[in-house]
T-cell receptor, first 115, second 113 residues
Framework: GDSVTQMEGPVTLSEEAFLTINCTYT??????LFWYVQYPGEGLQLLLK?????DKGSNKGFEATYRKETTSFHLEKGSVQVSDSAVYFC??????????????FGKGTLLTVNP | EAGVAQSPRYKIIEKRQSVAFWCNPI?????LYWYQQILGQGPKLLIQ????????DSQLPKDRFSAERLKGVDSTLKIQPAKLEDSAVYLC???????????FGPGTRLTVT
């Protein structure tokens, strides 16, 4: 079945450091790929997405590129801020001709950014 | 625009008791999802509704869990009887239409003792 594997956390960085959170997936066909973020005390929010190979999703300085050849969707940010401290989830939605649109999530990576 | 509302936010019960959670999706959203998020894991879909019909409930433990979405608007998820392993955050999400962005509520944190 479909699955998502993302790097184990927690990740602790200093402000302005470069961030990479690795994510790889297993799925048939061409799934859509997502990064969700969960700030402390809040619900999950969509951070960015990509729906086909070589697409780059971007938002709030974060980027991720859909790599079909390596089945990856790594999250990057060039300079993190304290306010980026949160749990980040990689997820996929299987390519489907029906009406099932469930998301399959990775386990999440806790990011802490220190001033 | 109001987001997805869930209640209660927290619930503590003893095993073998029953509990119910409520979700009110964003107005006009046809698709509603219930996910279970166990500590240290990503959310897992329990059930997906399209209007008031069930699309996918393959991972819903039907011997103890039930869900309904009467009138195609708000929804309730019930657990009866609860087990210790049901301790988790229960997330509700909705989307305007199936493949659209899913908007998540704040979740209900259930602790079963």
């Amino acid at each position: 079945g479909d699955s998502v594997t993302q790097m184990e956390g927690p990740v602790t960085l200093s402000e302005e450091a470069f961030l990479t959170i690795n994510c790889t997936y297993t799925a048939t066909g061409y799934p859509s790929l997502f990064w969700y973020v969960q700030y402390p005390g809040e619900g999950l929010q969509l951070l960015l997405k990509a729906t086909k190979a070589d697409d780059k999703g971007s938002n709030k300085g974060f980027e991720a590129t859909y790599r079909k050849e390596t089945t990856s969707f790594h999250l990057e940010k060039g300079s993190v801020q304290v306010s980026d401290s949160a749990v980040y989830f990689c997820a996929l939605r299987a390519q489907s001709g029906g009406s099932n649109y469930k998301l399959t999530f990775g386990k999440g990576t806790l990011l802490t950014v220190n001033p | 625009e109001a987001g997805v509302a869930q209640s209660p936010r927290y619930k503590i019960i003893e095993k073998r008791q029953s509990v119910a959670f409520w979700c009110n999706p964003i107005s006009g959203h046809a698709t509603l999802y219930w996910y279970q998020q166990i500590l240290g894991q990503g959310p897992k879909l329990l059930i997906q509704f399209q209007n008031n019909g069930v699309v996918d409930d393959s991972q819903l433990p039907k011997d103890r869990f039930s869900a309904e979405r009467l009138k195609g608007v708000d929804s309730t998820l019930k657990i009866q009887p609860a087990k210790l392993e049901d301790s988790a955050v229960y997330l509700c999400a909705s989307s305007l239409e199936g493949p659209g962005e899913q908007y998540f509520g704040p979740g209900t944190r259930l602790t079963v003792t």
